[in-house]
Nanobody, 125 residues
Framework: QVQLVESGGGLVQPGGSLRLSCAAS????????IGWFRQAPGKEREGISCISSNDGRTYYADSVKGRFTISRDHAKNTVYLQMNSLKPEDTAVYYC??????????????????WGQGTQVSVSS
C-alpha cells in the first residue's frame, strides 16, 4: 500500500513563506511522478505543481508560477513545495499525489493513483 504523508502547513501572514513536505514509506518516490494539488472550500481540486520522475521536469499552474518551487530530496525520499509570497487566495488544503503510469507528470488529479491526507494552509493577517 502506497502511503503519502504531507506536513508543513499552518497559518501564515500574506507575503510569508511555508515549505510543504510529502514523504513516503514502503516505496521510493523517485520512481513516481509527484503532484501537488490544493482544494479550497467550495472549489474543485486544482493541480498547482508537479515533478516528473524520468527527467525532473516541472510544471506550475499560472496561479503559483514564480512563487512556488517543487523539488526532490532523494536521500530523504521526500518531495517539497516551497511557497513564497503567499496570498490569501492560496488558502486551501494541500495534497500530494503519486503515479507512475505516465512518462511525464501532469496537473490533472485523475491521473494520480495515490494521495496523502492533506495539510491545511491558511494565509491571513
Amino acid at each position: 500500500q502506497v502511503q503519502l504523508v504531507e506536513s508543513g502547513g499552518g497559518l501564515v501572514q500574506p507575503g510569508g513563506s511555508l515549505r510543504l513536505s510529502c514523504a513516503a514509506s514502503e516505496f521510493v518516490l523517485d520512481y513516481y511522478n509527484i503532484g501537488w494539488f490544493r482544494q479550497a472550500p467550495g472549489k474543485e481540486r486544482e493541480g498547482i505543481s508537479c515533478i516528473s520522475s524520468n527527467d525532473g521536469r516541472t510544471y506550475y499552474a499560472d496561479s503559483v508560477k514564480g512563487r512556488f518551487t517543487i523539488s526532490r530530496d532523494h536521500a530523504k525520499n521526500t518531495v517539497y513545495l516551497q511557497m513564497n509570497s503567499l496570498k490569501p487566495e492560496d488558502t486551501a488544503v494541500y495534497y500530494c499525489a503519486a503515479e507512475n503510469k505516465n512518462l511525464y507528470c501532469s496537473g490533472l488529479p485523475n491521473e494520480y493513483d495515490y494521495w496523502g491526507q492533506g495539510t491545511q494552509v491558511s494565509v491571513s493577517s
